[in-house]
């Protein structure tokens, strides 16, 4: 099972842009006839989820969300900070993080695009018939 960390009641897994690639192959290539939905959550998909249940919904049933942008990232480290220190300092040291040592937030180790994931992707894929 793949660890994950929930963001305004939503769980986005923790992985590096490598373990994306590698459980995107391995849907892809484990049962190729079977439609699976892939998100890769931005800010703006989760302001829309806390307003519209039904996305709500169907992000909550992709088989797999991956971070998609530092803003993610950013309110995640947040989040842990600020349920160990008060919020004004989690918000300063967060910041401080975010600007001076981005390789550090916690929990996602990297962002994984939808763009990056695509191209990735595909040129791994090259020429096998697999449906994407």
Known sequence: MIASFPILNLDI???TFQEVIDQLLRIL???PSVTRQVVTV???FLVRAQTDPTYHQILEAAELRTVDGSGLRFAAEF???KA???ALFALLSSSLIFFLAPQRLRPFP???TGIDLTQ???RRLGSRRVRV
């Open 110 to 112: 990297e962002v994984a």
């Open 79 to 81: 989040l842990i900070r």
């Open 120 to 122: 990735e992707l595909l």
């Open 29 to 31: 290539t484990s049962s």
């Open 84 to 86: 160990e220190q008060p």
């Open 42 to 44: 931005n800010p703006e």
């Open 13 to 15: 897994e923790i992985l």
